[in-house]
Structures are given as C-alpha cells and as structure tokens.
C-alpha cells in the first residue's frame, strides 16, 4: 500500500504533521489489509484519516475557492471491471471520499457534482460538517490580500487566471493490493487556493488524477489543469499494462508529461506484482509506503534525489 501528501512546496515546519499523518493512514489501511479487507476499503480508510487531518488540503482544512469556500473533489476507482464513483464541487461533508465510494455502489452515475452531490451525500446519510479551519481562513486570507496588492488597478480576473490558482500541495491519495490480487485507488482534495468558484480539479476525473485498472492503481497530484490535459493516472496505468515496471511507467510517464504539458506533478503507482513507482516534479511530494513482502513502513518527503 501507499500514500501521498500532496505535491507541491511543504513548509519545513509543516513536514513533521505530514508524515505522522501519512504514517497513522498507512497503518489503518494496511490493518484492513493485513485482515483479510479488500484494496478499496483500505484505501478509502486511509484517505478518510487524511481528510480529518488538517495538515493537508483535503476534507478538514481543505483549500479554499476565490470566494472564500470549500469546494471539494474526490476520486475512488477498483481495477477489477473499471469500476469508480466521483464528486466535485462538493460542500459541507467531513469525508469526500466517502460519497464518492457511494456514488460508484449505489448509483448508476460516474461523477456526481455541486448542489447534487451534496443533496445524495445528505441521502446517503453524511451530516452537515463545516471543513473549514481557522488556519486556512487565515491562509486565504493572506493570499487574497496579496493578490490586491500586486497589481493595483488592472483587471482583477485577467490578473488572477495569470498569476493562480496557487499550488500549495496537501491533496491526498492512496493505491494498494489486496490478497485476491485486486488494486484501487483514492484521491481527495480541496484543489487550489483561490480558484475559481465551480472549477473542476484532475482529482475525479477518472483518468485524470485517480486511476485503476486490472494491471496498476495510480494516484496523481499537482496541477490538475496539466493531468486533465495530458490523463496522467491512465497514461501510468497504460504503460503498467504494456509490461514496463511501475517505476518505469511513472518515470516514463512524467516525463513525457513534462515536455507536453508541464512538471508540477506527482504520482504514486503500484502494479499488480505489488512493485511500486513514484515520482515528482515538485519540491516536495510527501509519501508513504508499507510492502508485506518486509513488514517495512517508510514515510519521507521527497523521492531521494539519485533517483529523483
Ligand atoms: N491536483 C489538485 C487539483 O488540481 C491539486 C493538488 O494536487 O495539489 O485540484
């Protein structure tokens, strides 16, 4: 199993809470795991515990839109029969990701947004809860002032779509493998600071963001813009398929996204070997992973950088 953080630039103050809260949802999941469960309650187990934490831009805390509100997305998918469900724009719930796995077993939808999501979340029994924290109503805030203060005078859209939507990292993500050999995905996020109300991110775009298929489970981050464009989680999961190894497939994968599209991006991949791949064109990209194979758990910020 592994998870992720967020691609982007961490504050150096920021780094400890990531990677305990990386650590604590790699343990649940892999608990379920280790119990027999399937690969999409782990993952969704894990990607649940990231969205309660604050010190990521999912769930509790997440990234606030141009009008001051959370709007968020979610993304889960299973690889055996291409199964996912999804939500954007999605206010006012604790966990994402759970409507999300809602929308793929209960409906006959793909991708549920807005005023309808919400209302099938409410039917599906999620109470009302308030996402937003102290800290990020600050951090708001801070960036809408300093968007004022730039460029007094000119058009104040013009000027925002050249210089955001900011990107902070802090989405959260999650593959793993069960026992019947099975993969998934998960994904959560509160996108970009300060974007435009209604935007739609990478993250429940199938394909896009969030991807499984019967050969690899990918979670991707960064510019969701870039992975809509260039479907960065399929392409990874395409060329798993065509029998490179996970890592080549993120290498290869990123790199062709950088020269097409651009680099500020980050992925993890796991194939149905359980071989793992990860990759990031940010600073940073906070991630964990636990094998079975060595009982071993490690959390670090960055991909070392021989390999990087
Ligand atoms: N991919 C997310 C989005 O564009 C943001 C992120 O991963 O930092 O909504």
């Given at each position: 199993?592994?998870?992720?953080?967020?691609?982007?630039?961490?504050?150096?103050?920021?780094?400890?809470?990531?990677?305990?809260?990386?650590?604590?949802?790699?343990?649940?999941?892999?608990?379920?795991?280790?119990?027999?469960?399937?690969?999409?309650?782990a993952?969704?187990?894990?990607?649940?515990?990231?969205?309660?934490?604050?010190?990521?831009?999912?769930?509790?805390?997440?990234?606030?839109?141009l009008?001051?509100?959370?709007?968020m997305?979610?993304?889960?998918?299973?690889?055996?029969?291409?199964?996912?469900?999804?939500?954007?724009?999605?206010?006012?719930?604790?966990?994402?990701?759970?409507?999300?796995?809602?929308?793929?077993?209960?409906?006959?939808?793909?991708?549920?947004?807005?005023?309808?999501?919400?209302?099938?979340?409410?039917?599906?029994?999620?109470?009302?809860?308030?996402?937003?924290?102290?800290?990020?109503?600050?951090?708001?805030?801070?960036k809408?002032e300093?968007?004022?203060?730039?460029?007094?005078?000119?058009?104040?859209?013009?000027?925002?779509?050249?210089?955001?939507?900011?990107?902070?990292?802090?989405?959260?993500?999650?593959?793993a493998?069960?026992?019947?050999?099975?993969?998934?995905a998960?994904?959560?996020?509160?996108?970009?600071?300060?974007?435009?109300?209604?935007?739609?991110?990478?993250?429940p775009?199938?394909?896009?963001?969030?991807?499984?298929?019967?050969?690899g489970?990918?979670?991707?981050?960064?510019?969701?813009?870039?992975?809509?464009?260039?479907?960065?989680?399929?392409?990874?999961?395409?060329?798993?398929?065509?029998?490179l190894?996970?890592?080549?497939?993120?290498?290869?994968?990123?790199?062709?996204?950088?020269?097409?599209?651009?680099d500020e991006?980050g992925?993890?991949?796991?194939?149905?070997?359980?071989?793992?791949?990860?990759?990031?064109?940010?600073?940073?990209?906070?991630h964990?992973?636990?094998?079975?194979?060595?009982?071993?758990?490690?959390?670090?910020?960055?991909?070392?950088?021989?390999?990087?």
């Amino acid at each position: 199993m592994m998870v992720h953080g967020g691609a982007g630039n961490w504050k150096r103050t920021d780094e400890a809470a990531a990677l305990e809260g990386l650590r604590r949802a790699l343990a649940a999941g892999t608990a379920l795991l280790a119990r027999g469960g399937s690969a999409l309650d782990a993952v969704v187990a894990a990607v649940s515990l990231m969205e309660d934490d604050p010190a990521f831009n999912a769930g509790t805390g997440s990234a606030l839109n141009l009008d001051g509100e959370d709007e968020m997305d979610a993304g889960v998918m299973v690889g055996d029969g291409l199964k996912t469900g999804n939500v954007t724009c999605l206010r006012r719930v604790r966990n994402p990701v759970q409507v999300a796995r809602k929308v793929m077993e209960e409906t006959d939808h793909v991708l549920l947004s807005g005023e309808g999501a919400l209302k099938f979340a409410r039917l599906m029994g999620f109470p009302d809860y308030d996402p937003v924290t102290a800290a990020r109503r600050r951090d708001w805030q801070e960036k809408r002032e300093a968007l004022e203060e730039k460029r007094p005078g000119r058009s104040r859209l013009a000027r925002l779509l050249r210089v955001h939507p900011e990107l902070g990292g802090g989405t959260v993500g999650a593959v793993a493998l069960d026992r019947r050999g099975k993969l998934a995905a998960a994904t959560s996020t509160g996108g970009v600071t300060l974007k435009l109300p209604g935007r739609v991110g990478d993250t429940p775009v199938p394909g896009a963001g969030n991807y499984a298929s019967p050969a690899g489970a990918v979670s991707a981050t960064g510019r969701g813009e870039f992975m809509m464009r260039f479907l960065t989680a399929k392409a990874v999961c395409d060329r798993i398929g065509a029998g490179l190894s996970a890592q080549q497939a993120v290498d290869r994968s990123l790199s062709a996204m950088a020269r097409e599209v651009g680099d500020e991006a980050g992925v993890i991949a796991l194939d149905a070997e359980g071989r793992m791949g990860i990759g990031h064109g940010t600073a940073a990209m906070p991630h964990g992973y636990f094998t079975s194979a060595d009982g071993k758990t490690v959390v670090r910020m960055q991909v070392p950088r021989h390999r990087a």
